[in-house]
């Protein structure tokens, strides 16, 4: 008989389990016969395969082209050169594809990282005792304890269930949530049992134990054989942006080279002279390296993000949180600690202190902490820790340091939501079943007709529930979390609806307060033009007390929607609240979140959402950042976010927006660099063709500095850290292009042009200096015209060197930059040094690159030009900061909103 068609008992007993799970010697035994509780990634590419790849995508293939040109050209015409100007394109292949591959493999490399920091865990019951173990260590045996939220780590039998649902749409695509029970099935098929729950799918409602039957390959998932969606497989806009940008430059690089060369033959340059030049301006400016940059440069950002403790699932959502303009987050354990503590309380009409319950009068207050003893959802876990919600935690601790120690059986419950926000649990107990319900005011006084007094229950009139209500009030506005308890005996027979005619006992006052460095990330999103709101599901004045309290709201008339206000309001009528400049919803469900995120991304924001629960999902799948907390948060909000908070912290969302900011930024400092040494590579050859002076920076030099000098340094500005100013402007715009006019206009207008001086200059000298005069020609191996080019490359690669340090800052001067804070730039430049070192002096060097060797005088002429261009540059950066002349990136969205009114 197959597993479902056998009783609970029958099945537990199948897999040599029992109630109590198994023990630590059969685990192990079970672990070393079926393997971890893994899925094998099935599909995974070879990595010769994608060696290989880079080798063949589309700019490789125009070096190849490029090669085998000149190749032909050689048996064409022997002796032109085009020989060695093949071997340096297959050289320049080789280099960028094994570069290429190895920022790939170290891209992928950090992300697979990153999913390693968050191992999903699972209660299991073993040896008798509830333990939480990680995912991958189950055993076919296991009795695994499941509730609302949890990921199906494995397939399994139900030996109990509770009004649990699941979601299946992972395996059968079907998305309405279906019932699961623990009773033999009668069907066939096993995947359609309702007492089977399959690995991969979520519990969306309910509670339950199950014995796991079938683990990692073996499960059903695990034979679909799905491959496992790696993260950076996706591609993001800004790596689509910078994919179409390359082929643009490509495609430009070849109308460059072949217009060039007709206007060659046009002036009478030899055929195949003119033909190297194309062929060498087409290789030289073809960007081949930009996507890999691009691509670990986001990597390395996650990786950053990681160790600030925001997990990143999705690569594009780096650069998405670089462009937040709104952040909705939750209160409770987001802004504050989440470690609640009981400060207040109101009994029999009395305000009192937690040390002034119990003792005598415990009597008069045993109503009260049996319920906080008794109605939670907590498990205890080996011996004596309580694994579960903080504030129920909170609860059980008043109760017990009371003495208030009873254990009744619990027999039945009604859940906790956010929507009902009460839960109610039935119990057993020497008096008959009793029903415990604690929950929002709100929720609970409207089902109480009755209160104790003392020691006994009395009926509840309008004047005992307005006290009761100004008492919640005084609370509140504290900044206490209220939670008010009744209880009611139940009669013998089954009722509908339980929880009606309830006693009132009292109400709680917790604390929980703010976490220290919430205040300073609140103030860093005011600077950087991102709008906090908080939506909270506790009362509006406790909301209003902590926003207070971290600086969220500091008005004296905040604007605060509660969920009741929330519900009657029109879409427009939400738009035009949400531009209260401080606003706070209060009281939401689970479902409102969703449309307060639909409003503000119709208001054109970018909304980072937080979330923990199932029902958060739709939410934190709808925002354009969903944000699931990693230790409050369920398996299935994880699911559904697309960045994890490994220590549920607000200040980790605004460090990771830094880092995000960071990114954009950081791919503009390195495109603004490379594109920078385009000008004095173009120059001498525009110089050359127009002036017919012999030509000063040969096609293998211009690969030597793309190819060679600039890649690391260039890589380094690409993982930058976040710059201290980053957070001090309004969000970019998504729209904003990566490249635009005021980055050309630097690279090349300025800085470019600035280069290009200096290598021109550096070349006459050593010809001037040789005795040359202008109208004279010179062997291509004559030593003043290979000293001459050697002046020209240096001049180039000394100037890269400062302009390194230049590209750091866009508008702040080098005085105010950091200088040696990033390693990987200064061992980019130690290499640079060598390898021009190498290029200039020794013996093959020259052999490869057409060089010869330079005196001092040569370096210490190109110093006034390093100079020059570190001193211009900072009258440039001088003259934009003194004048705000680009001030802001962008207008933030709500300004632009007005100005399109006006209009
Ligand atoms: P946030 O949404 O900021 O995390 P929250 O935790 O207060 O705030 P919910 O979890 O939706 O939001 O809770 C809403 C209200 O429901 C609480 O203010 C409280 O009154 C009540 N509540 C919360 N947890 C429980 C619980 N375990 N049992 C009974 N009532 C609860």
């Known amino acids: 008989m197959k597993i479902h068609h056998l009783t609970a008992a029958e099945a537990l007993e199948s897999l040599d389990s029992g109630p109590d799970g198994l023990s630590d010697a059969i685990i192990e035994e079970r672990l ?115 509730q609302e939220g949890d990921n199906i780590p494995a397939d399994c039998r139900l030996i109990e269930a509770f009004a649990l649902r699941v979601n299946n749409a992972t395996i059968t695509g079907e998305s309405l949530p279906k019932g699961r029970d623990a009773s033999p099935s009668e069907v066939e098929d096993m995947t359609q049992s309702r007492n089977i729950l399959l690995a991969g799918t979520s519990v969306v409602a309910g509670e339950g134990k199950a014995v796991v039957f079938a683990t990692g390959m073996h499960t059903e998932f695990g034979k679909i054989a799905h491959t496992l969606k790696t993260t950076v497989k996706n591609q993001s806009p800004l790596q689509l942006q910078i994919r179409r940008l390359s082929r643009f430059v490509a495609a430009l690089a070849l109308l460059l080279g072949v217009v060039f060369f007709f206007v060659g033959q046009a002036i009478g340059l030899h055929f195949w002279q003119n033909f190297i030049f194309a062929i060498g301006l087409i290789v030289a400016n073809v960007p081949e390296g930009l996507l890999p940059t691009v691509t670990l440069s986001l990597a390395m950002a996650t990786q950053r993000m990681a160790k600030r403790n ?88 008043m109760a017990h340091r009371q003495g208030m120690r009873v254990d009744y059986p619990k027999i039945g419950e009604v859940p906790f939501d956010t929507d009902r926000k009460r839960m109610s649990t039935l119990h057993r107990t020497p008096q008959g079943q009793v029903l415990y319900c604690k929950g929002a005011l709100e929720t609970v006084l409207p089902r109480c007709t009755q209160t104790v007094r003392d020691g006994a229950t009395v009926p509840l009139d309008e004047s005992g529930r307005q006290s009761i209500l100004a008492a919640q009030q005084a609370m509140a506005d504290q900044g206490l979390r209220v939670l008010a308890f009744a209880y009611r005996p139940l009669p013998p027979t089954p009722e509908d609806d339980a929880e009606r005619a309830l006693i009132f006992t009292g109400l709680v ?90 409003a503000l991304q119709r208001k054109k924001h970018i909304v980072a959402v937080t979330g923990d629960g199932v029902n958060d999902a739709p939410a934190l799948k709808k925002a354009d950042i969903g944000i699931a907390m990693g230790k409050a948060g369920t398996d299935v909000a994880k699911e559904a976010a697309d960045m994890i908070l490994l220590d549920d912290n607000f200040a ?46 040969t096609i293998i030099q211009i690969l030597a500095v793309d190819l060679g000098t600039d890649m690391l340094p260039a890589l380094g500005l690409g993982v930058e850290k976040p710059d201290a100013a980053a957070m001090t402007q309004p969000p970019r715009s998504q729209k904003e292009a990566l490249i635009d006019w005021r980055l050309l206009a630097r690279a090349y207008g300025f800085l470019g042009l600035i ?10 000298f050593v010809l001037e200096r040789g005795g040359w005069h202008y109208g004279q020609g010179l062997h291509g191996q004559h030593t003043l015209y290979l000293q001459a080019t050697t002046a020209c490359l240096s001049a180039i690669i000394m100037m890269q060197i400062a ?61 006034p030009f390093v100079a020059g261009m570190l001193v211009l540059e900072e009258i440039r950066k001088w003259l934009v900061r003194r004048f705000q002349l680009f001030p802001f990136r962008h207008k933030p969205p709500r300004m632009r909103k007005r100005h399109a009114q006006r209009r």
């Not at 990143?312 to 987001?334: A, Y």
């Not at 906080?372 to 059980?396: F, I, R, S, T």
């Not at 900011?661 to 110089?687: G, H, M, Q, W």
């Not at 280069?755 to 006459?764: G, Q, T, V």
């Open 803 to 863: 302009n390194v340090f230049i590209c750091k800052q866009r508008q702040r001067g080098l005085l105010a930059t950091p200088i040696f804070d990033n390693k990987l730039i200064l061992s980019g430049i130690v290499l640079e040094i060598l390898l021009i070192l190498a290029i200039v002096y020794t013996p093959w060097g020259n052999a490869i690159f057409g060089t010869a060797p330079i005196d001092q005088e040569v370096w210490l002429f190109a110093l």
């Open 509 to 598: 006052g917790l604390e929980d307060p703010p976490r220290p460095e919430v205040a300073d990330a609140i103030a860093q999103c005011h600077a950087a033009g991102i709008k906090v709101i908080m939506i909270t599901g506790d009362h509006p004045h406790t909301a209003v007390a902590i926003a207070r309290q971290i600086g969220l709201v500091r008005s004296a008339n905040p604007r605060v929607v509660n969920g009741e206000r929330l519900k009657k309001m029109t879409r427009s009528q939400l738009q035009v609240a949400l531009n209260a400049p401080e606003i706070v919803f209060a009281r939401i469900g689970a479902d409102q979140k969703m449309h307060i995120v639909e």
């Open 755 to 764: 280069e290009a001086a200096a290598a021109m200059a550096a070349f006459f």
């Open 32 to 146: 070393h016969e079926y393997g971890f509780n893994r899925i094998e990634e099935t599909r995974k590419q070879s990595i010769l395969l994608a060696f290989a790849q880079e080798f063949l995508h589309f700019f490789a293939l125009i070096l190849w082209l490029a090669a085998g040109l000149a190749f032909f050209a050689e048996t064409q015409q022997p002796g032109e050169g085009m020989q060695t100007l093949g071997y340096a394109i297959l050289g320049v292949i080789a280099i960028n594809g094994c570069f290429s591959f190895w920022q790939r493999y170290q891209a992928e490399q950090a992300i697979a990282a990153l999913k390693k920091l968050l191992p999903q865990q699972v209660k299991v019951i073993r040896d008798g005792e509830l333990s939480l173990v990680f995912a991958d260590e189950l055993v076919p045996g296991d009795l695994l304890v499941l």
């Open 310 to 397: 925001a997990l990143i699932r999705n690569l594009p959502s780096v650069e998405t949180l670089g462009s937040t303009t709104v952040i909705c987050t939750d209160k409770t354990g987001t802004l504050t600690q989440n470690r609640m503590a009981v400060k207040q309380l109101f009994v029999e009409n009395r305000v009192l202190q937690p040390e002034q319950l119990g003792g005598d009068s415990l009597e008069h207050h045993a109503a009260l902490l049996a319920g906080a003893a008794l109605c939670h959802n907590l498990k205890h876990v080996e011996g004596e820790a309580l694994l579960g919600d903080p504030m129920e935690v909170a609860l059980v601790a």
């Open 652 to 697: 980790s969302i605004v460090a990771a927006i830094e880092e995000g900011r960071a990114v954009f930024d950081n791919i503009r400092k390195f495109l603004t660099y490379i594109l920078t040494s385009n000008i004095p590579e173009v120059i001498p050859y525009l110089a050359f063709v127009l002036f017919r002076i012999p030509l000063p920076l």
